[in-house]
């Protein structure tokens, strides 16, 4: 799928039905939301021998909302480039806008990316109730809310 640079003999392609359970039990393990984990929209990291090293999802929302998620990749990959071809690839099959949630700590990455956050009144209404929630569980359990909502508009501002 496209010229973008991988490690020698990885490759990227749509995950098959053969591939959910790996999908799965990858974010499971990272501890990523593992809701709405549909095998149809997601793109994979394989091996030569065709084995899943990384794994991300375009999810759709309410009103054409668009979403990157489920971003995971094997540690012993990290490092090498995987997340982040993955996440050009989704961004030229998805096209802008195209949001994300992820903890505070991921935000210079994802800025690396051409993601900003975007204003309050900017965010569509399923990223506001997201946020809004988050914030009242954290609020519940005393802690503050690392959860961050980042947009990319595809350079615009």
């Known amino acids: 799928m496209g010229s973008i640079p991988l490690p020698p003999g990885v490759l ?9 359970a790996a999908i799965h039990r990858l974010i499971w393990r990272e501890r990523l939301n593992p ?31 668009r979403e990157l998620a489920s971003l995971a990749v094997l540690p012993a990959w990290r490092g090498q480039g995987l997340a982040g071809a993955l996440i ?50 954290f609020r519940m359990a005393g802690r503050w809310s690392s959860m961050r909502i980042l947009c990319w508009n595809g350079g615009q501002l």
Request: hydrophobic share 45%.
């Open 12 to 20: 990227l392609r749509r995950a098959e039905r053969t591939d959910a």
């Open 35 to 65: 809701l709405s984990l549909d095998w149809r929209r997601f793109t994979l990291a394989v091996d030569a021998q065709g084995r899943m090293l990384a794994c991300a999802q375009i999810k759709p929302h309410g009103g054409g909302t």
């Open 88 to 137: 050009r690839h989704l961004q030229a099959q998805a096209g802008p806008p195209l949001y994300l949630t992820c903890r505070a700590a991921l935000v210079p990455f994802y800025a690396r990316h051409g993601f900003r956050a975007p204003a309050e009144a900017e965010l569509p209404a399923y990223f506001r109730r997201l946020r809004r929630a988050a914030d009242w569980l």
